[in-house]
């Protein structure tokens, strides 16, 4: 049994963000190891650094910027929220109390989601390349993913050298895949961790819920409201086409216009969850959103964000269902999930034993 040591994405308020660390250490778990999540936050995204932003932007009225703390104050909140929410589930330390860790069984993982992405990170972020592990641990990636569709030379300078120190490397996206095979490293697609999880596992994660199903819903879920009158349009003729009402799930404010018949702001995971296993059908524009619609079985239509949009088209792609990509039409036939499904159970098991392989 061996201590696997996580270092993913747990700054943000992003729901996808925060399921994705806990299915990570789920399945570690599952494979008879003790996860432990690096309790990290990136520090454009700390709260003093947001705080001082504020101050720093000269063309803001004071009224304005007490709105902009205010509402960074929420999402700060709402932040330690998920983290406990996650905590609960599976432990937590910070870098500072990494080196009380014994080493001599210890494996450290750069976990999924964004964490190689330059442009998200705003730079190469040394902690989601290990350099605080041990140089003689073993160092391995599950589900990395870049998300860039390009890279300048002077990034993959940097890359190449950070992942010299990988035992394995797996990634999320084809892209990633072909992105690191021009750096000189030999990787392997794999699943995003939420999608190693059945829709039975994930309700038994989060077996409280205060949601109640009373009517038939349409769910909206984007990370991504600059888009919002074109997802609205959509819900709306979606909804009356199928005679549903509208819920639309965020974790801010951003959703506090949009004309529905019911919102849940600052949603949590397993209000998340609930939501997803109970839709009609759901719109998404974000990646986890695709995800959990493919693997809750979900009728959906899927917006491609307008950054880092490779993320879904993959994932579309992967599970034969591009047509669920928007492109002008919503009356579009309903999912078969029969091959959906097949394909499902062949890569969940295939990214289980690689990821058994490698924590081994």
Not at 36 to 45: A, G, I, M, Q
Not at 185 to 195: A, E, K, R
Not at 274 to 291: C, E, M, P, Q, R
Request: hydrophobic share 40%; aromatic share 10%.
């Amino acid at each position: 049994m061996a201590k696997i040591v996580i270092a993913t994405i747990l700054d943000n308020i992003n729901t996808g963000t925060f399921l994705q660390a806990l299915a990570l250490g789920v399945c570690v778990r599952k494979l008879g190891h003790n996860p432990v999540l690096v309790n990290y936050s990136r520090p454009h995204l700390r709260f003093v650094y947001l705080v001082k932003n504020v101050f720093r932007n000269q063309s803001k009225s004071f009224f304005r910027k007490g709105l902009s703390i205010i509402n960074i104050s929420l999402e700060q909140i709402l932040r330690m929220r998920l983290k406990h929410i996650v905590r609960k589930v599976i432990p937590m330390c910070s870098l500072n109390t990494l080196s009380k860790i014994d080493d001599r069984n210890t494996i450290y993982m750069t976990g999924s989601d964004q964490v190689w992405n330059n442009e998200y990170n705003r730079g190469i972020d040394p902690v989601f390349y290990l350099d605080f592990a041990p140089q003689h641990a073993k160092k391995i990636a599950y589900a990395a993913s870049i998300g860039q569709n390009s890279l300048s030379d002077i990034e993959k300078e940097s890359m190449r050298s950070a992942l010299k120190c990988y035992a394995c490397l797996t990634v999320r996206e084809d892209l990633a895949k072909a992105q690191l095979t021009e750096l000189g490293y030999d990787s392997t697609q794999v699943l995003d961790p939420t999608l190693l999880l059945s829709k039975e596992e994930w309700l038994s994660v989060f077996k409280k819920s205060s949601f109640i199903k009373v009517e038939p819903f349409l769910l909206v879920y984007s990370v991504e409201w600059n888009n919002d009158d074109l997802i609205m349009k959509l819900a709306k003729d979606i909804a009356s086409l199928r005679g549903l009402k509208i819920y639309v799930y965020s974790t801010s404010w951003n959703v506090k216009s949009v004309k529905c018949d019911k919102r849940f702001v600052f949603g949590t995971p397993d209000l998340f969850i609930s939501l997803f296993s109970k839709a009609d059908y759901v719109i998404v524009s974000s990646f986890h959103g695709t995800a959990f619609s493919i693997n809750f079985n979900k009728q959906f239509l899927a917006v491609l964000p307008d950054k880092y949009s490779s993320r879904s088209v993959s994932i579309l792609n992967k599970f034969n269902l591009s047509r669920r990509m928007y492109n002008g039409e919503t009356a579009i036939n309903d999912i078969d999930y029969t091959p959906v499904n097949a394909i499902l159970s062949t890569e969940r098991n295939k990214s289980m034993s690689i990821l058994a392989k490698m924590v081994n």
